[in-house]
């Protein structure tokens, strides 16, 4: 019997990102290079704010994004790639300790919707399959359910 090798997965974080819902627009992405996959390469980050109650506002928000932003943060391309390779998603990004639901985020790439509302996209673990959807930043808060992907330390 033949050994079955899993192959290397390489992502190009490097490439121009998917706008996968209509009027959407990337106003930023930060590169990163070929990223190799490695689940322990990846950190999920929540601020300190998030912890909090109420999660961080729209104007926490900005500053939270800078703040991630200068650890090195992964765009959307990782999220479709993963999207495609779900049984590369580690088992615990699906929800936090106390069972509630997690959003994954992908700051590396902001969008804007209908030319008004900034968004970010994230992937979350439902009915036994991932799923991608967006947070537009009008209204949004982001708390504990809500880290963000980052380069681990």
């Known amino acids: 019997m033949q050994d079955t090798v899993e192959k290397e997965h390489i992502i190009d974080l490097d490439a121009d990102p998917i706008t996968p819902y209509e009027r959407m627009t990337v106003i930023e992405h930060t590169k990163g290079g ?22 961080i506002s729209l104007s926490e928000a900005v500053r939270f994004h800078a703040e991630v932003n200068s650890r090195q943060v992964f765009n959307a391309n990782l999220l479709d790639y993963l999207l495609d390779n779900q049984h590369l998603i580690p088992e615990e990004w699906r929800a936090n300790a106390d069972g509630t639901k997690r959003y994954v985020c992908f700051w590396g790439t902001r969008y804007v919707m209908y030319r008004l509302i900034s968004a970010i996209r994230y992937m979350h673990f439902e009915g036994g399959v991932w799923y991608s959807s967006y947070f537009g930043c009008v209204g949004k808060r982001w708390d504990a359910h809500c880290p963000a992907a980052i380069l681990a330390d």
Not at 34 to 55: A, T, V, Y
């Open 34 to 55: 070929q990223f190799m996959w490695d689940p322990k390469k990846i950190q999920l980050f929540l601020h300190d704010l998030q912890k909090e109650e109420n999660g």
